[in-house]
């Protein structure tokens, strides 16, 4: 819970309402990748918003196979 209660309130509100089990670290580490390259937080949500579709979509294939219709090469990284 400590970790949590580190995440800026971007990023708390963010994991709040996340699809997947994140955990706080792992968002943070994501979030900072992404804001170093963009230095803009929306921007650096958004790489967070993708990374989370994509890993879905992969959970998806696994799941029902390829021709699921959400595959991984559906999403931009």
């Not at 309130?9 to 996340?18: D, F, G, T, V």
């Not at 979509?57 to 021709?67: I, L, Q, R, T, Y």
Request: proline share 6%; hydrophobic share 40%; glycine share 4%.
């Amino acid at each position: 819970m400590q970790e949590y209660d580190k995440l800026s309130p971007e990023l708390r509100a963010w994991i709040s309402s996340a699809i997947l089990p994140w955990r706080p670290r792992s968002v943070q580490r994501v979030f900072d990748k992404a804001f170093a390259r963009t230095r803009n937080t929306a921007s650096a949500l958004l790489e967070l918003d993708r990374l989370q579709e994509r890993r879905v979509a992969e959970d998806g294939v696994k799941v029902w196979g390829k021709n699921y219709p959400m595959g991984p090469d559906q999403f931009e990284v």
